[in-house]
């Protein structure tokens, strides 16, 4: 019974740290600053992952044309458009382009990060280590924090944001 | 007198354009919706189990439809959650309710791939999945939409209905639940409808 009573306190622990890491992480190359990348916990038999993360450009016009990670098969940029009631997917196979001065956001429903062919499906509470490379300011290692399955924060949280 | 003609002239005008617009967005409207008819088409897919499934499974319980897919990062998890959430709130008074995701990608989506994705969300839902070519029915069938979207770099992504279909056990469609729903409104709909 302690015993189980340590290991829930520290789950929470692991949860809380983990989410306070998630939430303040930061990456920057040149004048380009990378915000907060995360991701999802995978279904046990899914093959991809969405990536999320806010890109803010300080400097003149850039692109962010690729990206790797060795836990997928390939990395791509999709973008998902709400038509009416259908979900529209298609891959940005020109990258994301970055005006200059600006900030685009990748989200749910939005411009993402696909990672495509995951042997190892992301688990809730991992960083996935890839690189993004940048037209002119040049590769940048990254982490991006998995956290809950897509829909489970929500589930839980009804009550709450009321929608 | 003189001057209030023109007015009723231009009110009229006004108002038959107005009346036009308003039979125009019906007839889009009507078009636009999944028929509320009985579903005709016969077709012939597994579950995930490998047992075979006909029309038959739309009649006799009411049941909550979805098309989507095991390579869907963001949409499809997140309905199946809600859906796993609304059997949740339901309790015993959701019993009777059968749940099934169909994919739109049964290239990809064996009965395996779809058996181990369905019971990560709940051990209520079926996935159902077979030949192309007869789930095209299924989707023609309850009007909703899907198509393969090719990735210029490889492989494909699907672009799906993310409506979750709510079918009587008359085997006619009573209603819809849009992506993004409040949970205790779908949970009322469903009660309201199936139940």
């Known amino acids: 019974m302690i015993r189980n009573k340590i290991a829930g306190a520290g789950a929470i622990l692991c949860t809380m740290l983990a989410f306070g890491v998630a939430e303040g992480h930061e990456f920057k190359v040149g004048q380009i600053e990378i915000g907060h990348p995360y991701s999802r916990a995978m279904l046990p038999v899914a093959k991809v992952g969405g990536g999320y993360m806010k890109l803010t450009n300080n400097g003149a016009a850039d692109r962010l044309v690729s990206a790797t990670s060795a836990r997928a098969g390939s990395v791509e940029f999709h973008e998902m458009k709400m038509n009416g009631a259908i979900m529209e997917m298609r891959e940005l196979d020109s990258g994301i382009a970055l005006p200059a001065k600006s900030t685009v956001e990748l989200k749910p429903g939005g411009y993402h990060v696909m990672f495509m062919n995951v042997t190892q499906p992301f688990k809730e509470g991992e960083m996935v280590k890839a690189t993004l490379v940048f037209e002119k300011a040049g590769p940048v290692d990254v982490e991006f924090s998995v956290g809950p399955v897509a829909g489970e924060k929500g589930h839980g949280a009804h009550a709450e944001h009321g929608k | ?195």
């Open chain 2, 1 to 195: 007198m003189k001057p209030k003609k023109p007015f009723m002239l231009v009110a009229g005008a006004i108002s038959g354009i107005f009346v036009l617009a308003l039979i125009g967005v019906m007839v889009l409207m009507t078009n636009d919706t999944p028929r509320s008819g009985r579903f005709g088409a016969a077709f012939s897919l597994v579950n995930d189990q490998g047992e075979a499934v006909d029309r038959s499974i739309f009649k006799g319980n009411p049941s909550l439809v979805y098309f989507g897919y095991t390579h869907c990062p963001e949409v499809c998890p997140t309905t199946l959650y809600e859906v796993a959430g609304y059997l949740d709130a339901l309790g015993e008074d959701g019993l009777p309710l059968k749940t099934y995701l169909f994919t739109v990608d049964p290239e990809r989506d064996t009965p395996e791939v779809m058996k181990g994705y369905v019971t990560a969300f709940s051990d209520r839902i079926t996935g159902v999945t077979g030949k192309p070519e007869e789930m095209t029915k299924v989707i023609a069938g309850w009007k909703a939409f899907a198509r393969k979207q090719p990735n210029p770099s490889g492989g494909y992504s699907m672009s799906h209905t993310m409506d979750l279909f709510l079918i009587g056990a008359d085997g006619r469609l009573k209603g819809l639940i849009p992506y993004g729903a409040d949970h205790n409104e779908a949970v009322e709909k469903i009660r309201a409808t199936l139940l």
